[in-house]
T-cell receptor
Framework: DAGVTQSPTHLIKTRGQQVTLRCSPK?????VSWYQQALGQGPQFIFQ???????QRGNFPDRFSGHQFPNYSSELNVNALLLGDSALYLC????????????FGPGTRLTVT | QKEVEQDPGPLSVPEGAIVSLNCTYS??????FMWYRQYSRKGPELLMY????GNKEDGRFTAQVDKSSKYISLFIRDSQPSDSATYLC?????????????FGKGITLSVRP
């Protein structure tokens, strides 16, 4: 059973550019959450998607947006990249019958120069 | 004050030692408590998941939750070098804004052979 998968693994972008990160949830999971983890810090919640809609959002600016597709996969988009956006971006999925258990993917490491 | 505080590290112990990892929190709405293990440059892996107060044991790992003191712990018995990783506590409430997963900063554990 494949777990949560994310692509790409690493990404280098320049300030001001836009980036799209992708996530495929674990089989049987329909809820996807995105987190930003800066070096030496715990993950910070960005937003959560369920039934193709953003259900909840953390304290992140509108430059961060997302989408969920009918097959439950998801994208995270970040516009107008800043140096401070450099971090590990984690996707987590959870099943409908146990929404409090989240399983994380390996993350995408974004470097903004 | 941060919602979730985790004991600062790093922590280094000899193989076979009992390890105690602790977190405190301030939000009384938190009801679900989790411990994640994260190896370097990987996504967090769910170790233990507890609802409300009490103890839960899984092999060499025991999670304790004391809601009256807003204090949670993870004990690792007979620690092994393979336990060397960063350990993150995480918690959430049941509904609304409190239902997002809030993490501690993490503590890095090193188990010496």
């Amino acid at each position: 059973d494949a777990g949560v998968t994310q692509s790409p693994t690493h990404l280098i972008k320049t300030r001001g550019q836009q980036v799209t990160l992708r996530c495929s949830p674990k089989s049987g999971h329909d809820t996807v959450s995105w987190y930003q983890q800066a070096l030496g810090q715990g993950p910070q919640f960005i937003f959560q998607y369920y039934e193709e809609e953003e259900r909840q959002r953390g304290n992140f600016p509108d430059r961060f947006s997302g989408h969920q597709f009918p097959n439950y996969s998801s994208e995270l988009n970040v516009n107008a990249l800043l140096l401070g956006d450099s971090a590990l971006y984690l996707c987590a999925s959870s099943p409908r019958d146990s929404p409090y258990e989240q399983y994380f993917g390996p993350g995408t490491r974004l470097t903004v120069t | 004050q941060k919602e979730v505080e985790q004991d600062p590290g790093p922590l280094s112990v000899p193989e076979g030692a009992i390890v105690s990892l602790n977190c405190t929190y301030s939000n009384s709405a938190f009801q679900y408590f989790m411990w994640y293990r994260q190896y370097s440059r990987k996504g967090p892996e769910l170790l233990m998941y507890t609802y409300s107060s009490g103890n839960k044991e899984d092999g060499r790992f025991t999670a304790q939750v004391d809601k009256s003191s807003k204090y949670i712990s993870l004990f690792i018995r007979d620690s092994q070098p393979s336990d060397s990783a960063t350990y993150l506590c995480a918690m959430r409430g049941a509904t609304g804004a409190n239902s997002k997963l809030t993490f501690g900063k993490g503590i890095t554990l090193s188990v010496r052979p």
